[in-house]
């Protein structure tokens, strides 16, 4: 019990080590979650007319987490507008292989998936929605954050 306690604090320490400035104006983050030995975060940054979006994962375990992929995408991010419309989706209009695939994390390892995405013309509240796309542990996870009026 001792060691994972260990391994969840160091997965934790290099997760935060890996992360932006969270103090930067704009930015966002969702609290972090953990499912099958994973702790996982939502971070949005809010730049001019940018948004930037950052999921990160790690394996807080002593054993390596397999993530399985029933094609070749392994994350979405999404924006939705307080109506809950969606305003962007990071995958539309991409095209993704049709063949299983996975991921191994490996004990205390950390992975991140990012995208970004031009918000000119938009301002306001808005939720961000990230998603690790992975059949045999799926994750979720929403935050909100606000594009200043330029």
Same mark, same amino acid.
């Given at each position: 019990m001792r060691r994972l306690v260990w391994m969840v604090a160091g997965g934790l320490l290099v997760l935060a080590c890996?992360?932006? =400035?969270? /103090? &930067?104006?704009? =930015?966002?983050a969702s609290g972090t979650g953990s499912g099958d030995g994973l702790v996982h975060s939502l &971070?949005? /940054?809010? =730049?001019? =007319?940018t948004v930037r979006f950052t999921l990160y994962l790690t394996n807080a375990t002593d054993q390596a987490v397999v993530l399985q992929f029933p094609t070749a995408?392994?994350?979405d991010f999404e924006v939705r507008s307080p109506g809950g419309d969606?305003?962007?989706r990071w995958s539309d209009g991409q095209f993704f292989a049709q063949m299983l695939g996975e991921e191994t994390l490996a004990a205390g &390892?950390?992975?991140s998936y990012e995208a970004s995405w031009s918000a000119s013309g938009q301002s /306001?509240?808005? &939720?961000?929605?990230g998603r690790v796309t992975s059949s045999s542990t799926p994750i979720e996870l929403r935050t909100e954050f606000e594009i200043p009026v330029r």
């Open positions: 890996a992360r932006p =400035d969270a /103090g &930067e104006t704009g =930015d966002a &971070e949005v /940054g809010v =730049d001019a =007319d995408q392994r994350y969606r305003v962007w &390892e950390s992975v /306001g509240a808005h &939720e961000a929605i």
